[in-house]
């Protein structure tokens, strides 16, 4: 079943069980998707890679707003934020915990023999590629500077 046949089951849903938090997140995912489709110049349908990055992009969007509510002393504003990262989460795909993406990085920087923060630039190319929708390009990042310091 697509993202978007999903999407549209999962409102409906919430709709039913007079759910605000879920519907206003799963409008907003739907809502991403359209204009992502009908952006200029893109292709006709969202790729499955396309659709996590808009997901992620959404979840990222959404933590940043929480966390400068939190700083803001606003709860009321950062919990709702949080509960539709938990909605839009449910659509990603299971994300490695950060001993795992270590271990895929290290595995990179023995293939390629990279050494030195000047091959982090490399590294960090092959292990976004590889580890996809997995893991935060933050983690990634910080994981691949670890190693290579």
């Keep these: ?26 409008r907003a995912i739907k809502s991403e998707m359209l204009l992502a489709a009908t952006a200029s110049g893109s292709k006709e ?7 996590v ?7 990222k969007t ?5 966390r400068i ?4 002393n606003r709860p009321d504003l950062a ?12 659509f990603l795909p299971a994300q490695l915990s950060e001993e795992e993406v270590e271990a895929v990085v290290a595995k990179i920087i023995a293939e390629t023999g990279a050494s ?13 590629a590889q580890l996809g929708g997995t893991a935060e390009g933050k983690t990634i990042s910080a994981i691949v500077k670890k190693l290579l310091v």
């Design 116 to 128: 030195g923060i000047a091959s982090m630039g490399k590294v960090m190319g092959l292990a976004s």
């Design 62 to 66: 959404r933590k940043e707003s929480a």
């Design 79 to 90: 919990e709702p934020e949080l509960a539709q990262v938990a909605v839009i989460e449910k």
């Design 69 to 72: 509510f939190t700083e803001q």
């Design 45 to 51: 349908e969202l790729t499955a890679d396309d659709e």
């Design 1 to 26: 079943m697509s993202l978007q046949v999903q999407i549209m089951d999962e409102i409906k849903t919430a709709m039913r069980a007079k759910d605000t938090v879920a519907l206003e997140a799963l």
């Design 53 to 59: 990055k808009l997901l992620q992009r959404l979840v």
